[in-house]
């Protein structure tokens, strides 16, 4: 059977970038395949939280995992840290990864910009990391957003490299996911540039029915379009995007004829669209303080996870010492 795998870096709360953009995937497949959902614990010590955030971050994705409806009877959850075979896998696949294909990344460039202060070798190193996560459950398809592609690449190519370095057909070539369709960038409400948790101008899984309104009616917009069927400005051609993953595909009709005919109102077409996100994430949100509370469910969940993705992952170690050729006398 496929095998499926993906993860999410805990960061603080998940926002509607993560769900759209990945979770909704893992959500979907979870009846289907093989699948694995995990949380990058180590990926997010690139920023160096501090101990009490870690692990408070890391409980705010796994309440939202499960709220959002990853079951952990279908699927193996579990924590990257609790799983030391994929921190050996990393050391391995290092000595397979050349600085200079790593410096060009274009999310190493990124971090680099984001934080001058840090750039710390973890960081330059971040998809070998990643691709160890994949690799070590020899997973084939990969739910991410559009800015993993990058990573996913890597990991095909390191897949490879492994594959023509030791003459074996031993790691498949996975690929970057989306349920049915091409891989999503969920905008901000900014008017630039993907939604995030650092930009400020994002919608979070947990935010209340206030807090998303009041966000959504001061996203920005334009002065409205004067000639018809106008191109768009990024952040409207944004607020459309929103809509058509959240909203039904008639309303989305109704405001681009609008728009089209330069009748739009944005104000009306923002109370629209922010009771449509409210609809939506309310339900999960109403889950997540009960799951993030109930301490006893996490740790059952954790534990269950943990068992099943180190049993995966100590196989796939094993043949990996062996072919290296790290044998016993
Ligand atoms: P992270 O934590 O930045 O994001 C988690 C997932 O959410 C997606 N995403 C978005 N998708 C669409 N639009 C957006 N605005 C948006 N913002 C975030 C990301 O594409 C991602 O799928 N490196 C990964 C974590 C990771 C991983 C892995 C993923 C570590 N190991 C192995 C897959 C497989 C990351 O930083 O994602």
Redesign the pocket.
Known sequence: MEIV???????GN??????????QNFVKMQHQYKCYF?I?DL??LTTHPTPADLHGNVRTVLAEYLACGLDPEAATIFV?SDVPEISELYLLLNMNAYIGELERTT?FKDKVRAQPDNVNAGLLT??V???A??LIHK?TK???????KP??EI?AKYARRFNQLYKVDYFPEPEAFNFGES??????LDGS?????SEGN?IFLADDPKVIRKKVMSAVTDAGPTVSNQDMTDAVKNLFTIMDIVSAPDTVLHFREKYNTCEIRYGDMKKQLAEDIVTYLTPIREKINDIYNNNAYLRKVVGIGTEKARESASKTLREVREIIGFRAF
């Open positions: 795998l993906s993860g999410i870096r805990p960061t998940l926002h509607m970038g993560n769900y759209f953009g990945a979770l995990f990058a990926h997010s990257q999310t971040y998809p990391l990643q691709a996560d994949i997973a990969v739910p991410v957003g559009k800015d993993q990573h996913l990991t891989l999503i960038k969920v905008p901000g540039g993907k939604m995030g948790k994002g």
